[in-house]
């Protein structure tokens, strides 16, 4: 017996508003991504509802005809349930209203409504794992919510208007007014928790940086480029690889496989979005600390996205915001054999590389792509290390293990009194090595 056959699924609606500045490519684009959205929260969506109009209704967002036109739908007056669909759990508008709009809405059509951004909170909601990432989502998800406590007071009637005074009368606070001064209170415990957090990750990155030998790379791009399907094609590693949005809300780090000289640490970050809340960017900059330690940026561009210049303009933006765009990047051009066949992917990478270059075009599931951009890392890395000969006499044969480690061994020759190694690493590494050693070094004949 199967589990799925039995599981029933939760059935949404999907509803927009398409305003004359925003062209047919922009809006469908954004409505795929809603939909895209609503399955990382586990609904199938069985119709989507668009409007042309000049603004939105500023009582219910949608105009009146076309949400009796929902309501009829959601009550299965129009064929809705003759497929033998349950019953419609929510309706989710692809922009952020406010909640009075919410709430009328809500009781015209008759199912839950979620906004654009109520839909996002609730995928962080559920897939933060870290610490931090918890309390930056629950500070956003109240910041969210205050606003919105009188309307669901409204909705709650005389009871949840009543005052906290003695027999619900007098001076006291309503229950609103309660749960607003609630949701403060929790909001600045929360940012002192983030605070103290924020230094215990400035102590830990300070060492990770006193300890030599590695190099930083972030990955960094849209959602859904493919970030996490590279992270474990250059590591080797088990990370998630989902093809949901947000799939990945903490930041992974692992090292280059196979490893290279100097060590190379590979972090994924959590992927951009168009309409992205501003309180979530704000909020979720320490996913993306990762990003700002980095040496290295690899901004993935899913190339089968035929809005991917939207992409490209959306990361650039919010990594100039967090002050990642004086970084060093490649663009890498993700899932180039999504595109067409073999013909069409060859004028497709011709004129990437025309237009951007220096990117990569790639795909990476094809270990031979995978292998060149490997290669492309390990050159940015090696292009200021220092190349000398370094003497080990047989009596600290021990240090070895640690030259092999360290640096990248060009040729070994031996000697009377030791052996002689050709090296490539960082100036302060070599030196360290030299120091442990002293300037002792046979005559050479």
Same mark, same amino acid.
């Given at each position: 017996m199967h589990k799925e056959v039995i599981q029933n699924p939760k059935y #949404?609606?999907? @509803? @927009?508003?398409q305003l004359p500045s925003v062209n047919d490519l922009e809006f469908e684009a954004s409505l795929t991504e809603l939909?895209?959205?609503?399955?990382?929260?586990?609904? !199938?969506v069985i119709r989507t509802f668009v409007q042309k109009r000049m603004g939105f209704d500023m009582r219910a967002y949608l105009g009146a005809g076309k949400r009796q036109e929902i309501r009829d739908f959601v009550n299965g007056e129009s064929g809705a349930n003759e497929s033998g669909l349950d019953e419609i759990e929510a309706l989710l508008v692809d922009h952020e209203i406010s909640p009075s709009q919410a709430r009328n809405l809500e009781i015209e059509v008759g199912c839950e409504v979620m906004d654009r951004t109520m839909v996002i909170l609730e995928i962080f909601h559920r897939n933060a794992r870290?610490?931090?990432?918890?309390?930056?989502?629950? $500070? @956003?998800?109240?910041?969210?919510?205050? &606003?919105?406590?009188? =309307?669901? #007071?409204?909705?709650?009637?005389?009871q949840g208007r009543q005052r906290s005074g003695e027999g619900g009368r007098g001076a006291g606070e309503s229950q609103t007014e309660l749960d607003r001064r609630k949701i403060r209170d929790?909001?600045? =415990?929360?940012?002192? =928790?983030i605070v103290a957090m924020d230094a215990e990750r400035k102590t830990q990155r300070a060492r990770r940086q006193e300890r030599k030998g590695h190099a930083a790379v972030a990955l960094v791009g849209y959602t859904n480029a493919g970030k996490s399907t590279l992270m474990r094609a250059l590591t080797g590693s088990e990370v998630l690889v989902a093809n949901k949005l947000f799939a990945t809300l903490d930041t992974t780090v692992r090292a280059l496989y196979p490893e290279s000289v100097p060590r190379?640490? $590979?972090?994924?970050?959590?992927?951009?979005?168009?309409?992205?809340?501003?309180?979530?960017?704000?909020?979720?900059?320490?996913?993306?600390? =990762? @990003?700002?330690?980095?040496?290295?940026?690899?901004?993935?561009?899913? #190339?089968?996205?035929?809005?991917?210049?939207r992409q490209l303009e959306v990361t650039d933006e919010v990594l100039q915001e967090i002050g990642a765009d004086v970084i060093s990047r490649i663009l890498v051009f993700n899932k180039i054999d999504h595109v067409g066949d073999a013909s069409e992917q060859a004028q497709c990478e011709a004129t990437l590389r025309i237009k951007? &270059?220096?990117?990569?075009?790639?795909?990476?599931?094809?270990s031979d792509d995978v292998a060149k951009l490997h290669q492309k890392i390990i050159e940015f890395f090696q292009q200021d290390l220092v190349e000398t000969e370094i003497f080990l006499p047989w009596s600290a044969q021990?240090?070895?293990?640690?030259?092999?480690?360290?640096?990248?061994?060009?040729?070994e020759r031996s000697h009377d009194d030791?052996?002689?190694?050709?090296?490539?690493?960082?100036?302060?590494?070599? !030196?360290?090595?030299?120091?442990?050693?002293?300037s002792e070094r046979p005559q050479e004949e």
């Amino acid at each position: 017996m199967h589990k799925e056959v039995i599981q029933n699924p939760k059935y #949404a609606i999907v @509803a @927009a508003v398409q305003l004359p500045s925003v062209n047919d490519l922009e809006f469908e684009a954004s409505l795929t991504e809603l939909r895209e959205l609503a399955k990382t929260l586990g609904y !199938q969506v069985i119709r989507t509802f668009v409007q042309k109009r000049m603004g939105f209704d500023m009582r219910a967002y949608l105009g009146a005809g076309k949400r009796q036109e929902i309501r009829d739908f959601v009550n299965g007056e129009s064929g809705a349930n003759e497929s033998g669909l349950d019953e419609i759990e929510a309706l989710l508008v692809d922009h952020e209203i406010s909640p009075s709009q919410a709430r009328n809405l809500e009781i015209e059509v008759g199912c839950e409504v979620m906004d654009r951004t109520m839909v996002i909170l609730e995928i962080f909601h559920r897939n933060a794992r870290s610490r931090a990432a918890r309390a930056q989502v629950e $500070i @956003a998800r109240l910041g969210y919510m205050a &606003p919105r406590l009188r =309307e669901a #007071a409204k909705l709650a009637g005389p009871q949840g208007r009543q005052r906290s005074g003695e027999g619900g009368r007098g001076a006291g606070e309503s229950q609103t007014e309660l749960d607003r001064r609630k949701i403060r209170d929790r909001i600045a =415990e929360l940012q002192l =928790e983030i605070v103290a957090m924020d230094a215990e990750r400035k102590t830990q990155r300070a060492r990770r940086q006193e300890r030599k030998g590695h190099a930083a790379v972030a990955l960094v791009g849209y959602t859904n480029a493919g970030k996490s399907t590279l992270m474990r094609a250059l590591t080797g590693s088990e990370v998630l690889v989902a093809n949901k949005l947000f799939a990945t809300l903490d930041t992974t780090v692992r090292a280059l496989y196979p490893e290279s000289v100097p060590r190379v640490l $590979i972090s994924d970050t959590v992927g951009f979005i168009k309409n992205l809340p501003h309180g979530l960017v704000a909020s979720f900059k320490s996913t993306l600390d =990762e @990003a700002l330690d980095a040496s290295l940026l690899l901004h993935v561009i899913d #190339a089968s996205d035929s809005g991917f210049v939207r992409q490209l303009e959306v990361t650039d933006e919010v990594l100039q915001e967090i002050g990642a765009d004086v970084i060093s990047r490649i663009l890498v051009f993700n899932k180039i054999d999504h595109v067409g066949d073999a013909s069409e992917q060859a004028q497709c990478e011709a004129t990437l590389r025309i237009k951007y &270059p220096g990117c990569v075009v790639m795909s990476a599931r094809r270990s031979d792509d995978v292998a060149k951009l490997h290669q492309k890392i390990i050159e940015f890395f090696q292009q200021d290390l220092v190349e000398t000969e370094i003497f080990l006499p047989w009596s600290a044969q021990q240090l070895r293990g640690e030259i092999y480690a360290k640096c990248q061994v060009l040729n070994e020759r031996s000697h009377d009194d030791g052996t002689f190694f050709l090296v490539r690493s960082e100036a302060d590494m070599i !030196q360290k090595i030299q120091e442990q050693l002293g300037s002792e070094r046979p005559q050479e004949e």
